[in-house]
């Protein structure tokens, strides 16, 4: 599952190449979105803005509508020239949005539904998100209330639930643990309140130093796009995700990890830096 500084780089360059422009062409898989496009045309439209809503991909149209689509495991937005190669066959195309220049495709997006701005507010999952780690604001202190809330639930559980707080996904749950000194089997609301509110800068910046911008110019196709990715499950650069058996970089003792909720997914930790 992409972490939030994913979806919002990918917000970012559909922004830098959409915005503003009109749409020239649409196409979709999904015939939920083409009944929508037969009544209300999305060509035409004019892109206003891409965002990251946590890890929604929100693409705002001109005429109050809204494209919201959701990654989960394998979904992901690619950017081509026209007439570029593109890296998935056709089969896995969902959904594509040409302008003048740029041809927009999700390939295996699972979750894509048009609302209106209004639905985004007031209903659904976008609505329900807790405090957005990559916001341009964000309310540290009602992301702690949420997790004090979750009361016994496991605090590794609860970082990656959405509606406590937002952004964060299974490799940056298992880092902000560490960095933060607590056992991922800790009791939500047994943490301490100062060290949840250093665990939620902790997690700020972590998602925030991977969205930091070049300064170059160049506009940004999906091969430059997966170089900018460093979220990557086998990054030399983590402190205890993926690295089972390996030396604690800090202190030396073997990394153990176990595979945890419904989903199972897997959680790292030094049982030296982080005790039970
Ligand atoms: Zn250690």
Redesign the pocket.
Known sequence: MPEGDSIFRSARSLHRVLAGHAVTRFETAYAHLDRVNVDTPIVGRIVERCESAGKHLLIVFSGDLILRTHMRMNGSWHLYRHGERWWRGPQAMRVRIDTAEWVAVAFNVPVAEFITPKQLETKGPVAALGPDLLGATFDRDEAVRRIVASGARAIAQTLLDQRVVAGIGNVYKSEVLFLSGVHPDAPSSAVPQATLERMMEIGRGLLTDNVVDGSSPRIQTYRNLRQLNPASEHDESLWVYGRRGKP?R????AIVSKKMGLEARSTYW?P??QPG
């Open positions: 604690c800090k202190c030396g003792a030094c030296r830096c």
